[in-house]
């Protein structure tokens, strides 16, 4: 469902680079991949719809994937794809401003967005912690939601729900994950957080000589 309302606005964060396709003049006239890149597919995605060109997003276009099959290999995918498209987002900011199509705006403010909301609800979570075990006194903190929590779980509900059935169209028996979908949030979520906070300070502090290498984390074979 990302993917799909990203195309309506015009513009992807970044393609699936477990399976994409560029066209080459394309990846010629942004001066082709860059090694100083984390994640290569959201580098590369931004810098093309930042010299003009659109990329779209193909649901019919499946493929089978290696994922880390443990909590420390998916801190470290996970961490290393937020700094990574942090990175490339930093890059691109200017273009995308300077830029006469500003479809891209909408992809770089729900990063900045999003960025925001991953420090204040660690903040939010810290304080919480120190006002019920420390006793201090912060008044307002909360992290069980009231009247608009249910509303806001009802929401992701029906987004998981409409989700799966558009899936089930190219992937049959995927509704029958509909039960783990319901803490994909709490869980996932977290973590995401935790990664978005890391990360992005991570790539404030790194230093642009640097390439973008890394060590893949397990996926389940040796």
């Not at 010299?51 to 649901?59: I, M």
């Not at 443990?70 to 691109?92: C, D, I």
């Not at 006469?100 to 991953?118: G, H």
Request: proline share 3%; aromatic share 16%.
């Amino acid at each position: 469902m990302i993917k799909r309302t990203e195309t309506v606005f015009g513009s992807l964060f970044t393609v699936s680079g477990v399976i994409c396709a560029f066209r080459k003049k394309a990846v010629q006239g942004v001066g082709g991949w860059n090694p100083r890149a984390l994640t290569d597919d959201v580098d590369l995605t931004l810098r093309i719809q930042a010299d003009g060109w659109s990329v779209a997003f193909q649901p019919n276009a499946i493929c089978w994937i290696l994922m880390p099959e443990t909590f420390r290999g998916l801190w470290m995918q996970r961490v290393r794809w937020s700094e990574g498209g942090a990175l490339a987002v930093f890059e691109v900011t200017k273009r995308i401003f300077s830029f006469k199509d500003r479809k891209l705006l909408a992809i770089w403010a729900n990063f900045f967005v999003s960025t925001i909301w991953a420090y204040m609800m660690l903040i939010c979570l810290v304080l919480w912690i120190l006002t019920t075990f420390a006793h201090m006194r912060i008044m307002g903190l909360d992290p069980f939601p009231a009247w608009w929590g249910v509303v806001l779980s009802a929401t992701y509900l029906l987004q998981a729900l409409i989700g799966l059935l558009l899936d089930s169209r190219y992937e049959r028996g995927v509704l029958k994950h509909i039960f783990w979908v319901i803490w994909y949030p709490i869980v996932f979520w977290f973590i995401q957080m935790i990664c978005a906070v890391v990360g992005t300070f991570k790539a404030l502090i790194r230093c642009n000589k640097l390439k973008g290498t890394w060590v893949s984390p397990d996926r389940g074979f040796r």
